[in-house]
């Protein structure tokens, strides 16, 4: 079993829809998550963390929490063209290594 | 203020052979870390360095070494080169141990072609 998986995608979402990007771990002791942001070409940027359950909301981004379900989220409120790259879900593990995700290709169309 | 600096940025090597790539992290930043990214795997963990030790190493073999000088840069040796280690390889530097922080920066990336 993946430590940390994404729905493949990609992605596909019309400009000013929500995008909803999921992300599931497996280690029940994973106490933080983190979505990072990497646009084609370039390298990965940090854009949300969040650490309990529940939600968490920065600008159009939304983070989501639930540790029962080993479940977390990121929504993207009136997604832009520039929104459109690719997410890793990120998940610090019971033995402090931060593992990634593979991804999920995001596109927003005009 | 700086970020990090991967060098080379590009490198055609052939199998076999051997290649060293470079690091400087963030100014003030103990933490490097390196990962191997490609289409199929992803974004894969090789090892962290901190205070020149390395903290954590991922599942690759022992063909893949790092190290970790005084002043934090860091680098990272692929001997014997195999096909599949064409990739992208990124450092991320942070503040202290990634697995404490969660937050990296990364840098910019060596793309390596072995032929």
């Known amino acids: 079993q993946k430590e940390v998986e994404q729905n493949s995608g990609p992605l596909s979402v019309p400009e000013g829809a929500i995008a909803s990007l999921n992300c599931t771990y497996s280690d029940r002791v994973s106490q933080s998550f983190f979505w990072y942001r990497q646009y084609s070409g370039k390298s990965p940027e940090l854009i949300m963390s969040?650490?309990?359950?529940g939600d968490k909301e920065d600008g159009r981004f939304t983070a989501q929490l639930n540790k029962a379900s080993q479940y977390v989220s990121l929504l993207i409120r009136d997604s832009q063209p520039s929104d459109s790259a690719t997410y890793l879900c990120a998940v610090k593990g019971s033995n402090y290594k931060l593992t990634f995700g593979k991804g999920t290709l995001l596109t927003v169309n005009p | 203020k700086a970020g990090v600096t991967q060098t080379p940025r590009y490198l055609i090597k052939t199998r076999g052979q051997q290649v060293t790539l470079s690091c400087s992290p963030i100014s003030g930043h103990r933490s490097v870390s390196w990962y191997q990214q490609t289409p199929g795997q992803g974004l894969q963990f090789l090892f962290e360095y901190f205070s020149e030790t390395q903290r954590n190493k991922g599942n690759f073999p022992g063909r893949f070494s790092g190290r970790q000088f005084s002043n934090s840069r860091s680098e990272m040796n692929v001997s014997t080169l195999e096909l599949g280690d064409s990739a992208l390889y990124l450092c991320?530097?942070?503040?202290?141990?990634?697995?404490?922080?969660?937050?990296?920066?990364f840098g910019e990336g060596s793309r390596l072609t072995v032929l």
């Open positions: 969040i650490y309990s359950n």
């Open positions: 991320a530097s942070s503040l202290f141990l990634a697995g404490v922080t969660g937050e990296l920066f």
